[in-house]
């Protein structure tokens, strides 16, 4: 995510009523959501994978990730495949709003963390116009996953 002396580019996403932004460079495609195959002992957040183009990625519902309810999925749930470490991962939201070029006098620092509220994911508070996005991570968010995508899987 951008320093507070640059801009940055996010795409906003909803989770329920919160909304999220990150980073539009890591951004690959948004897909409608589909079928997975679910995966043998993996955590309640990772819902399967699937074979896109040759590639097997994994897909975590970051409601569940998040410690958020859990929705079920409709017309504008939306998957975001992502690079995160060179890895492609999908992430399902409630719905994808737009792309913000957000000034870096619009980004604050995120409240801090403690031991019963963590969110070390953060990078930042975002506020556009009635707006506040909560600026994620995404190596920090998806970091047990990507660990866990390294590991080869034939399509």
Do not use: W
């Not at 320093?3 to 919160?18: D, K, M, S």
């Not at 896109?52 to 569940?64: A, M």
């Amino acid at each position: 995510m951008a320093q507070q002396n640059e801009h940055a580019e996010v795409l906003a996403f909803r989770l329920g009523t919160e909304e999220f932004g990150i980073d539009i460079h890591a951004v690959r495609e948004l897909r409608g959501y589909s079928a997975v195959t679910r995966l043998a002992n993996a955590p309640h957040y990772l819902k399967g994978v699937v074979n896109l183009r040759g590639c097997i990625i994994p897909i975590v519902d970051l409601r569940l990730k998040l410690g958020m309810y859990d929705a079920s999925y409709n017309a504008t749930t939306v998957v975001i495949v992502l690079a995160v470490k060179e890895q492609q991962i999908g992430i399902v939201v409630d719905s994808v709003s737009d792309v913000i070029n957000l000034q870096a006098e619009q980004i604050k620092p995120p409240p801090p963390s403690g031991p019963n509220f963590r969110h070390d994911y953060l990078t930042g508070i975002a506020t556009v116009d009635e707006r506040m996005l909560q600026l994620a991570d995404l190596s920090m968010l998806l970091a047990d996953v990507t660990a866990a995508a390294a590991l080869p899987l034939a399509a």
